[in-house]
Each structure stands twice: as structure tokens, then as C-alpha cells.
């Protein structure tokens, strides 16, 4: 692979062509990725892997081009924070860091266990359109 960051968009068109339209031209990333994305903030998850797992927790930023999730009180690590205007004494806080979203699955509201999430369409009533709303593959049961 190689880094979009340090190439030219000559190049990265002529790349594309050998690594089937990699290049995206003026396609908006951000709102393609979020169309995939299956986490929201304030939603209740889970830690699937790492050294966090089985910890559960609320999800209070979600990075969409990173793919990553920061959630409240899990993943903590000390930094030295030198003295200043915000911290006179400084010392060491306790700042968290964001998990990738492939480890983190969504709490089920019905059973609280993790659990898969899917879209499907909702049908609105006679004069509002439908929309499309998450819900748990384990239960069924709607999360949006």
C-alpha cells in the first residue's frame, strides 16, 4: 500500500487504474464512510478485545475517518501535564484514547449483551417519507 498523503493526484489516478479505482477524485469520504458506520455517539457498547475487554461504557466521540471510538473512562493512560495557565501545578492526568470501532460492539437495550447491528427501513406514516433505523440482530429490537 502506499501513502495518499505523499503523492500527487496524477499518481494516484494512475494508480488507480491498477488497483480498481482506488482513487476517489472528489467523492465526499466522509459522508461515504458514515453510511457504513453502525456506532453513534452516546450509544452504550462493549470491548470485544484488547486490555479494556468486557468493560462496557458510553460512547462520547465517534472519528469517522480514523474509524475510531472514544468511550467514557476506558482506555486510560497517565500523561505528564507541565505546569501552566490551564494547570498551575501540573503533575499526571489521566487522559483516554480512542479504540478502534472493530473492537467495541453495541449493548443490546433489550438482553445487555453485545450484539450485531443492522439497518432497515421504517415506513412512515401517510405524509412523511420512512427512514432507515438501527437495530440489534440479536433481539430484534429497534435502537434508534
Same mark, same amino acid.
Given at each position: 500500500m502506499f501513502c495518499l498523503l505523499k503523492? +500527487? +493526484?496524477?499518481?494516484? $489516478?494512475?494508480?488507480? &487504474?491498477? *488497483? &480498481?479505482n482506488l482513487y476517489l477524485g472528489e467523492i465526499n469520504i466522509k459522508e461515504t464512510i458514515m453510511s457504513k458506520s453502525r456506532l453513534k455517539k452516546g450509544d452504550k457498547v462493549m470491548v470485544v478485545s484488547g486490555k479494556e475487554k !468486557? +468493560? *462496557? !461504557?458510553?460512547?462520547? $466521540?465517534?472519528?469517522v475517518s480514523s474509524n475510531r471510538v472514544l468511550i467514557e473512562g476506558l482506555n486510560q493512560v497517565k500523561r505528564h501535564v507541565k505546569a501552566g495557565p490551564k494547570n498551575p501545578e501540573g503533575g499526571v492526568a489521566l487522559k483516554s484514547l480512542p479504540l478502534h470501532a472493530s473492537n467495541v460492539m453495541l449493548v443490546d437495550p433489550k438482553t445487555e449483551k453485545p450484539t450485531r447491528v443492522g439497518k432497515k427501513w421504517i415506513e412512515g406514516k401517510k405524509d412523511k417519507k420512512g427512514h432507515w433505523a438501527r437495530f440489534a440482530k440479536g433481539s430484534g429490537e429497534l435502537i434508534d
Open positions: 503523492t +500527487k +493526484k496524477w499518481d494516484l $489516478q494512475r494508480r488507480a &487504474k491498477q *488497483t &480498481k !468486557g +468493560k *462496557t !461504557g458510553e460512547v462520547t $466521540q465517534f472519528s
